[in-house]
């Protein structure tokens, strides 16, 4: 059995050999002859490795196969059935067209991101959205950065390095990734300064921390959470009187910053940067993919004077967005001009305030297909159930949903097994589906289903495994 490996091995043909096969020729002109020769070294090793003889028309199978996961895109569209809309792993708020549109005009080509058409002169990338950032909060002026993290770090650095900034304890929060408030403070050199409890905070508390080395009082959105019971937090209004009667600037980190009173949808109120800034806050930081529905960016909007200083500081440059982000975040923007039309032209906002029995009804068209689909490996039904709005937005407050739950019929680890062999099968799938596993049910969220028809081609073939 030995020498039987051994040989297989030996007789591994060379890759001179190989290259001057029909099929593997035709492969390198496509692909060119570096790529199909690292290809074909890595399925000999593969081989060699098995100790086993090289077959030639399953080798090129091979070779295509890898050629066409090597060239597959890692980055891909998935449906989003887990009943989360601003998903964090499946990128968080998607872009309308009209934004789409624009990042595709100005990536093909030379466009004016630094530069003034009317001055005819080097510009600021900023001027993009910054008018429209004004227009809309009201603020005296407006910088953008890669995202909300990244403002909070620049607007620490740039007012209070080597100083201190005064936060509430209750709002010392993590969000995803284990990324702290505390660990932000840190890398933007500024000391954090802990007032009140973890449940009550009050003016006074602000009012006899600071000091000297006082830079900044800061609140921030408390997004991925909620403290119930014997509590107490300060006003806005009231912890910028007290941080300007000292001569100091009061700044809001909104996390997520709804750019419109969610109510007129039906949703839970979200506060506003406009509200911070009646509230008396010198600078906002906020995002621009959750619940305003644009690109990745942190925006910080607030007092020129402020806004001046974090233009200048070098880490702006560093934490800059590209001419794509500038090219979304405005066209997404100018939409807020016609805040009637937003529901149906901002997709995060249509999904958010899509009807119940919207969802419903669509459960029942696809149900018998899905039904089809799965055959004897799972019950499959139409039920109700509760979905979120995600990244950290109104933490507690949950979405009436529809969803289509697959049910394995076998039972123990029987069932699990099925269910993880159900949500492989999905995952699978030319675009993925991407569902959540409940009480021993696998469970499509149909929220956020846009595509119908393209959901529906994806459940031709019936399931086999």
């Not at 290259?19 to 790529?35: E, K, P």
């Not at 800034?277 to 607030?302: E, W």
């Not at 969802?359 to 696809?366: D, G, K, P, V, W």
């Amino acid at each position: 059995m030995l020498n039987t490996q051994l040989d297989a091995r030996r007789t591994l043909p060379a890759m001179d050999q190989i290259l001057r096969w029909s099929a593997i020729d035709a492969l390198a002109d496509q692909y060119g002859q570096i790529l199909i020769k690292n290809v074909v070294n890595q399925q000999l090793a593969l081989l060699r490795a098995a100790r086993r003889p090289c077959e030639p028309d399953l080798f090129v199978v091979s070779i295509e196969r890898a050629l066409h996961q090597l060239l597959s895109p890692s980055l891909r569209k998935v449906f989003n059935c887990t009943g989360t809309v601003l998903h964090t792993n499946l990128g968080r708020a998607p872009l309308p067209e009209e934004a789409v549109q624009a990042m595709c005009d100005v990536a093909r080509g030379a466009s004016n991101l630094e530069f003034d058409l009317d001055k005819g002169k080097r510009g600021d990338r900023d001027s993009h959205v910054e008018a429209w950032l004004c227009r809309l909060t009201g603020a005296e002026a407006a910088t953008v950065v890669n995202n909300n993290a990244a403002a909070v770090l620049l607007t620490l650095n740039t007012l209070a390095k080597g100083k201190e900034v005064l936060v509430s304890r209750g709002e010392l929060v993590e969000i995803g990734g284990a990324f702290r408030v505390p660990d932000i403070m840190r890398r933007a050199q500024a000391k954090l300064h802990e007032v009140g409890t973890t449940n009550r905070t009050h003016r006074r508390d602000f009012e006899e921390a600071i000091g000297a080395r006082t830079a900044m009082l800061m609140t921030i959105h408390t997004s991925n959470y909620v403290i119930e019971g014997f509590t107490a937090s300060v006003p806005e209004h009231q912890l910028a009187d007290s941080a300007h009667a000292h001569g100091l600037p009061y700044a809001v980190d909104l996390g997520s910053g709804s750019l419109i009173d969610m109510r007129q949808w039906g949703l839970p109120y979200e506060p506003t940067p406009m509200d911070s800034l009646r509230n008396g806050a010198d600078l906002v930081t906020f995002s621009g993919d959750k619940l305003l529905g644009g690109p990745q960016a942190g925006i910080i909007v607030g007092k020129r004077e402020l806004i001046d200083k974090l233009k200048k500081n070098p880490l702006k440059r560093a934490l800059r967005c590209d001419k794509l982000t500038l090219a979304a975040l405005e066209a997404v923007l100018r939409l807020y001009a016609s805040p009637e039309a937003l529901s149906q032209r901002l997709p995060a906002l249509r999904w958010l305030s899509r009807p119940q029995s919207d969802i419903a009804a669509q459960a029942q068209r696809l149900l018998p297909i899905i039904q089809r689909w799965t055959g004897n490996f799972a019950q499959v039904s139409s039920i109700e159930v509760m979905g979120q709005i995600g990244s950290g937005s109104l933490p507690v407050e949950r979405l009436p949903s529809q969803a289509i739950a697959l049910s394995p019929p076998g039972p123990g680890r029987s069932a699990n097994r099925q269910l993880l062999a159900l949500q492989r099968a999905l995952l699978d799938m030319s675009i993925p589906i991407v569902g959540r596993i409940h009480d021993g049910q696998l469970l499509l969220d149909l929220r956020c289903l846009d595509e119908e028809e393209l959901l529906i081609k994806q459940f031709i073939q019936p399931l086999t495994t």
